[in-house]
């Protein structure tokens, strides 16, 4: 089992940056992907950004550019700062893990709101 704890979110400014943490506590040794995911009001919920355990990052196109992912060496953390951020980024952000067993893990969300 793997717990996810995300932080960082809140209410910013068009134009404005804002960096996401998620802490992952119990089985870290097995964790391989970890990553970021959104859903907004009445969408389906969609990947942001991942990293593997080589490091190999995967970025949506609505999000390339403005934000970068980064994980810690330990697999005890990983983050998402995000820049330039757009009205249309306001969304429920949800860590997410893959591990080598093929196991999907996912934290509770985080809102993230973009005023105009």
């Known amino acids: 089992q793997v717990h996810l704890v995300e932080s960082g979110g809140g209410l910013v400014q068009a134009g404005g940056s804002l960096r996401l943490s998620c802490a992952a506590s119990?089985?870290?040794?097995?964790?391989?992907?970890m990553g970021w995911y959104r859903q907004a009001p009445g969408k389906q919920r969609e990947l942001v950004a991942s990293?593997?355990?080589?490091?190999?990052?995967n970025y949506a196109d609505s999000v390339k550019g403005r934000s970068t992912i980064s994980r810690d060496n330990a697999k005890t953390a990983v983050y998402l700062q995000m820049s330039s951020l757009k009205p249309e980024d306001t969304a429920d952000y949800y860590c997410?893990?893959?591990?080598?067993?093929?196991?999907?893990?996912w934290g509770e969300g985080t809102l993230v709101t973009v005023s105009s």
């Open positions: 997410h893990t893959l591990t080598y067993g093929g196991n999907n893990y």
């Open positions: 119990g089985s870290i040794f097995s964790i391989n992907v």
């Open positions: 990293i593997d355990g080589r490091g190999a990052t």
